[in-house]
């Protein structure tokens, strides 16, 4: 089993771990844990031996049946708090229940609106949640804590690659959020010597992305192509990039980062920008077909062209922890088509 570390910040927690220097197991708080992030992360401090306890909302438990089987699996081995992150009263009473060791903040809303006219609900969500965690934590000395952060907080790119001190210039109202919640996590870290830390999240993609996304619309929707289940598949501007990495990768990210013997924030991207385009051609590649023949431009899937592309600057997290993305982009489309591919095919009609 890994050790709980005593807290020290002389001693690195990862060190610590590996020394087995105490007996005890390392407990851990993850909020979102059924989305693609959390499931991925989940199993992933399983296989450390971590007792892990994750937040799911009541609406999402009710419904446990009717999940894919590997998330009803997971849940039979974690501890379920079922709570909502709009309530942040609840929110601070599970984590003080739970006292983790290490607390992965990833929930939230999925879907990104491009405008600041939503639900003041998302900013609740993610800032007061965010709030309610460390606030309780802070009766932890020596927690951990790790916000999911996004690239959104940059918005509009002011410069290319975005690196941990690039300009800030969100556009929606989940990046307002995104973006105070970073900064409340810093301030934390600085004022109160909170080991807090936030993963400044680029694109990352896998078969568990929802199918609202653009990567899976792609690849399930070619499966469906190739397939004869439907015609084409109606996308907006193929020269949009962005810079997509594979989600196991980056959990692999979130807990070196809570391992560190240092609390920072950290840009998680591979340094590479992609192309819709690129993203099409390769998934064409893996079922042979001809992208000219289907894919359909929509004018309503347009979103205003960005003058610089959101691609995140790795270099600080390569250098102190000595993470990187390892599966390519190739990989990584090949992967996610042949799982929808075989999905289509199992669910027939």
């Given at each position: 089993?890994?050790?709980?570390?005593?807290g020290s910040r002389s001693t690195g927690w990862k060190e610590l771990c590996d020394r087995g220097t105490l007996a005890m197991t390392i407990r851990a708080l993850v909020t979102g844990v059924t989305g693609q992030d959390g499931s991925y992360l989940a199993e992933l401090l399983l296989r450390k031996g971590?007792?892990?306890?994750?937040?799911?909302?009541?609406?999402?438990?009710?419904?446990?049946?009717?999940?894919?089987?590997?998330?009803?699996?997971?849940?039979?081995?974690i501890v379920v708090h079922g709570a909502d992150l709009r309530d942040s009263t609840q929110i601070s009473s599970?984590?003080?229940?739970?006292?983790?060791?290490?607390?992965?903040?990833?929930?939230?809303?999925?879907?990104?609106?491009?405008?600041?006219t939503g639900s003041s609900d998302v900013y609740h969500a993610i800032f007061g949640s965010t709030k309610a965690l460390l606030d309780a934590l802070t009766d932890r000395p020596g927690s951990r804590?790790?916000?999911?952060?996004?690239?959104?907080?940059?918005?509009?790119?002011?410069?290319?690659?975005?690196?941990e001190s690039s300009a800030r210039n969100p556009r929606s109202l989940y990046g307002f959020a995104k973006l105070a919640a970073t900064d409340l996590v810093a301030r934390y870290r600085t004022a109160l010597g909170s080991f807090a830390c936030t993963g400044i999240l680029f694109n990352h993609e896998s078969p568990r992305r929802e199918q609202f996304f653009l990567?899976?619309?792609?690849?399930?929707?070619?499966?469906?192509?190739?397939?004869?289940?439907?015609?084409?598949?109606?996308?907006?501007?193929?020269?949009?990039?962005?810079?997509?990495?594979?989600?196991?990768?980056?959990?692999?990210?979130?807990?070196?980062?809570?391992?560190?013997?240092?609390?920072?924030?950290y840009v998680v991207a591979t340094g590479k920008a992609r192309s819709v385009r690129q993203l099409v051609e390769t998934a064409c590649s893996v079922l042979h077909l001809d992208p000219?023949?289907?894919?359909?431009?929509?004018?309503?899937?347009?979103?205003?062209?960005?003058?610089?592309?959101?691609?995140?600057?790795p270099r600080f997290i390569e250098r102190e922890i000595g993470w990187s993305a390892r599966k390519s982009f190739e990989e990584l489309i090949r992967e996610m088509v042949l799982h929808d591919i075989d999905a289509e095919k199992k669910r027939g009609g």
């Open positions: 089993m890994p050790a709980r570390a005593s971590y007792e892990v306890h994750g937040v799911v909302r009541p609406e999402r438990l009710a419904h446990q049946a009717l999940m894919p089987e590997y998330l009803q699996m997971l849940l039979s081995r599970i984590c003080r229940s739970v006292a983790p060791d290490e607390t992965y903040h990833l929930g939230g809303p999925s879907r990104v609106d491009s405008n600041v804590f790790f916000l999911a952060g996004t690239s959104e907080i940059f918005g509009t790119p002011l410069q290319t690659p975005q690196s990567s899976r619309k792609v690849t399930r929707g070619l499966a469906r192509v190739a397939l004869g289940r439907q015609q084409h598949v109606s996308l907006g501007n193929l020269d949009a990039l962005r810079d997509w990495g594979y989600a196991p990768d980056y959990v692999e990210a979130m807990w070196s980062i809570l391992q560190h013997r240092v609390a920072a924030d000219a023949g289907c894919i359909e431009q929509d004018p309503r899937f347009f979103r205003p062209l960005e003058p610089i592309p959101l691609c995140g600057d």
